[in-house]
């Protein structure tokens, strides 16, 4: 069970694949684990290295005072790539993963090839929304708020289909520690990217999902005078509400894509 330290905590992570691969970064979402891409892993690792971490504050990875910024962690990205020696990979991130993903394309650009950003914005939800769930996490854990998570994230039609994994997604949410996540790293959804024309040098692609409450697409609009994303392909939104799902069409999609042979930017 590999932990890289930083200076100011240590990171739990994973990487699958042959050391000669080019390495793609997968970054979670809110209250979630790296456990969220376990259904990936086997796709990707034959023509990358997969490398999986639970974001400062998540899983197993250390927790420091809050609240945290995206800044801070995606400077933990970066670290994390140097304690491993990696110049440069491919990032792919999902909801908070996503705005990390935003701060690394416009800021640290040099160190990737490529940003994906899934079912994310510039900004997710408002201060209200955030705090009304704070305070319920407070009071209750989070179990006052998983079943809500659920239902924005799993279409009906999927939480009857997939018992098993509707219940491990909702038992990952339940066993984040409500301190840890709410206090500090829920901050970080509130943060908006900036109003400013932001240039990203490298390719960025987005991929909204069209039947998500939580981000509908229209909430990805905003991005289009915002940020100016050189070599974006014309996906359409995924057809599901589900990270789940939603990851694996992503999966299915990146690797298509980047098993073209531009890897190398």
């Known amino acids: ?16 694949g042959a050391e000669h691969l080019p390495v793609v970064v997968f970054s979670n979402g809110l209250g979630t684990t790296m456990r969220m891409w376990e259904p990936q892993v ?25 609240p945290y910024t995206i800044e801070q962690l995606s400077s933990d990205v970066v670290g994390l790539l140097d304690v491993l020696k990696v110049e440069r990979a491919h990032f792919c991130g999902l909801s908070m993963g996503g ?13 990737f090839h490529k940003i994906v950003l899934c079912d994310t914005a510039a900004r997710i939800g408002t201060n209200d929304s955030w705090n009304t769930r704070i ?13 809500g998570v659920i239902e924005r994230w799993l279409t009906a039609s999927f939480r009857v289909s997939h018992p098993e994994e509707t219940q491990s997604i909702q038992a990952m949410l339940e066993a984040a520690n409500p301190e840890d ?27 909204p999902a069209r039947m998500t409450r939580l981000l509908p697409p229209r909430k990805h609009i905003s991005w289009r005078g915002r940020f100016r994303m050189p070599s974006m392909p014309n996906f ?30």
Request: with cysteine; hydrophobic share 40%.
């Open 135 to 147: 305070q319920a996490v407070q009071s209750g854990g989070m179990k006052a708020i998983s079943g």
């Open 42 to 66: 086997d796709a990707f690792s034959k023509h990358f290295r997969a490398l999986r971490c639970d974001t400062r504050g998540h899983g197993q990875s250390g927790v420091t005072a809050g």
């Open 181 to 207: 996540i709410w206090r500090a790293a829920a901050r970080c959804a509130m943060r908006t990217c900036g109003a400013r024309s932001v240039q990203f040098a490298i390719p960025v692609w987005r991929l």
């Open 99 to 111: 705005l990390i993903g935003m701060f690394l394309g416009t800021n640290l650009g040099g160190r």
């Open 1 to 16: 069970m590999p932990f890289a330290s930083l200076p100011d905590v240590k990171l739990h992570y994973e990487i699958s």
């Open 236 to 265: 359409p939104p995924l057809t599901c509400r589900t990270s789940r799902r939603a990851m694996n069409l992503t999966a299915m999609f990146c690797g298509s894509c980047w098993r073209k042979g531009d890897c190398d930017g």
